[in-house]
């Protein structure tokens, strides 16, 4: 459970993630709020949880717009890092810089020992919430995309319209939309 401040008016609610499929259970070693000019005002947290195939623990991540997934899907398909074989078991720290955040924690290596990791993600630049097709404004095209996927409940995507993070599309996500709706992306 992670408590968040979605609207900064500084109310705090409590916000129990969706587990990425195959994880068991979770706990949270690390929470910082990251606050960057490109992101805006997000909480970050670090922890671990269960593969429920393999009974392994596996390094998990969670911000505000992707929700809950494992750390290693975070590092590989979100920001390109090649974990060279290495398998991540924990999160452990997490550091918040002027630009990127900073991730440790435990895992085995290629040859099969206990070895600790270090991670960075850049705060560079992220696509504009409400941007679905990437075209680099929020335009009809977008509003078409949310509409279509409206109604999902559970394991949405940001790109299919999911842009409060919470796993659904529905009347919070369109409101977004539509706040930002003509704007074109920096």
């Known amino acids: 459970m992670i408590w968040e401040d979605p609207d900064g008016d500084g109310a705090y609610t409590l916000n129990t993630p969706t587990l990425p499929a195959g994880v068991l259970d979770s706990f949270f070693n690390a929470v910082e709020v990251v606050d960057s000019a490109a992101r805006g005002e997000q909480v970050v947290a670090v922890g671990c949880g269960f593969d429920g195939q393999t009974g392994d623990l596996v390094a998990l991540?969670?911000?505000?717009?992707?929700?809950?997934?494992?750390?290693?899907?975070?590092?590989?398909?979100?920001?390109?890092?090649?974990?060279?074989?290495?398998?991540?078991?924990?999160?452990?720290?997490?550091?918040?810089?002027?630009?990127?955040?900073?991730?440790?924690?435990?895992?085995?290596?290629?040859?099969?020992?206990?070895?600790?990791?270090?991670?960075?993600?850049?705060?560079?630049?992220?696509?504009?919430?409400?941007?679905?097709?990437?075209?680099?404004?929020?335009?009809?095209?977008?509003?078409?995309?949310?509409?279509?996927?409206?109604?999902?409940?559970?394991?949405?995507?940001?790109?299919?319209?999911?842009?409060?993070g919470d796993g659904d599309v529905d009347l919070a996500d369109l409101a977004l939309m539509l706040g930002v709706f003509g704007t074109a992306c920096a």
Request: glycine share 18%; charged share 20%; aromatic share 4%.
């Open 61 to 164: 991540f969670y911000d505000n717009a992707g929700g809950l997934r494992r750390l290693s899907d975070v590092l590989v398909n979100e920001n390109g890092i090649d974990l060279q074989g290495h398998t991540l078991t924990d999160a452990t720290g997490l550091r918040r810089r002027p630009d990127a955040i900073h991730i440790c924690g435990n895992g085995v290596n290629s040859g099969g020992g206990d070895e600790g990791w270090y991670a960075e993600i850049a705060l560079g630049a992220v696509p504009c919430p409400g941007d679905l097709d990437g075209d680099g404004q929020v335009s009809l095209a977008d509003l078409a995309i949310l509409l279509s996927n409206f109604g999902t409940v559970g394991g949405a995507t940001p790109e299919q319209g999911d842009l409060d």
